[in-house]
């Protein structure tokens, strides 16, 4: 969206529309149905079927590898970590995947060289460490090589995944390093949830800051496209998001804080949208929330499922971005099967389809590969041939839909694990080379 102009010639009208803007932003219920644009043209060229993988760095869950960032020859080190990214690329090309989404920031700390954050930890055991190599710049390099898209994947408002001393202890040291710690530089930005350390998404600030760490990757690296995930708001019962002298300050003109809340998620999707569009308009820029954005018992737009909903629980109006067209993509995770009743895979792949029908967004569906033979008793379906049957639904589903452009597996570690031997060959067997 075009940043707003002062024009005292149409004073009298833009007092009338901020107004108008004013009553439906105060409103604690669900936005009006937003007017949908034509559908777009054909597509002057087709492009193939996006086929992705998370690759997931925090707590070492995918890379790098766990134990690496404690070889103290650091020409090994870096040989160990770059070689172990090389075997996973080669992985990926093998099965047919195309696109992987590497999460570059994984808290408040970065992979790569950042003059706002400082180094991962992931990398050499200490924040704020350089680790001797880039590792964006490295898997963009590999990646490209092999015919492989990268997308720049960032958590927004994470510092932390704990608020242990000897996390603070490790923010702490980084005093006298540039940059430092965000937990330094800006201690009036932190706030705990969910046993975590988190930036405050309600302070202006806050947002700028965040803008400016996604608009340096993009200015600097040849990265095909930027990604956030679901943690907006994160809370949990017993840990909230303390954010009540952050509403008295900056949300008097709502009726309730969640209203609010949601209102600085758009403001945030907003921005970064616009500096993408302005500085790289070639570099896409998706959303990957939980599947379900509100459940039809809440709102009779919503999908015939009794989940937790972004809407509320997040605070994120998934939807309305699509509608607006803030996204080039959104990737919702439908980590269900069809047999799950309380949300149904093809029910929320449907629903999602219909909702990026008449816009321009593409839509991407998040498959749960780490519940692949893993049966549970809500469900057993995952665990039925290896849970090649269930997989084999949802993938057939996908390229039956035509709205749906892809399918992103989460995570990439998932396919070394010997339960999903029998998808990954299926996987090999359909989308190999």
Known sequence: MPPATTLKRAGALTAVVAGA????????????QVTTPPAPPPETSVQPPLRGVWLTTVNHLDWPPADSASISDTALRIRVQQQSLIARLEQ?????????????????????????????????????????????RFILDEAHKR???????????????????????????????????????????????????VLDPGIPAVRDWITSIVTEVTDNYPVDGVQFDDYFYTESSGAVLDDNQTFWQYGQAFD???????????????????AIRQHKPEIVFGISPAGIWRNRSQDPAGSD??????????????RLWVQQGLLDYIAPQLYWPFG????????????????????????????????????????????????????????????????????ILFRAANLDQPQTREAVSYLRSRWGQ
């Not at 390093?177 to 706030?191: A, C, D, K, M, T």
Request: glycine share 8%; proline share 8%.
């Open 256 to 274: 309730s804080k969640p209203a609010w809340r949601r209102h600085n998620t758009q403001l945030l999707i907003e921005q970064v949208s616009r």
């Open 305 to 318: 499922t009794r989940g937790a909903a972004t809407y509320d629980e997040s605070y994120a109006d998934t």
């Open 340 to 407: 799950r009743e309380v949300a149904r895979y093809d029910v929320l792949a449907r629903w999602w389809a219909d909702v990026v029908k008449p816009t321009r967004t593409r839509l991407y569906i998040g498959v749960a590969l780490y519940k692949v033979g893993n049966p549970s008793a809500s469900e057993p379906d995952w665990g039925t041939e290896g849970g090649v049957a269930e997989l084999k639904k949802q993938l057939d589903l996908n390229e039956q839909l035509p709205q749906v452009s892809g399918t």
């Open 21 to 32: 803007l004013l009553f439906i932003s105060c409103s604690s219920t669900p936005p009006p």
């Open 92 to 136: 990926l090309k093998s099965l047919g995947i195309n696109t992987v989404f590497f999460q570059v920031k994984p808290d408040g700390s970065a992979l790569w060289a950042s003059k706002i954050l400082p180094w991962s930890e992931l990398m050499t055991g200490h924040l704020g460490r350089d680790p001797g190599f880039d590792p964006l």
């Open 147 to 197: 015919g492989i898209k990268v997308h720049a994947w960032f958590n927004p408002y994470r510092v932390t995944v704990n608020t242990l001393p000897a996390t603070i202890a490790a923010m702490s040291a980084t005093r006298g390093q540039s940059p430092s710690s965000v937990y330094l530089q800006h201690p009036e930005w932190i706030r705990t949830a969910a046993g975590r350390f």
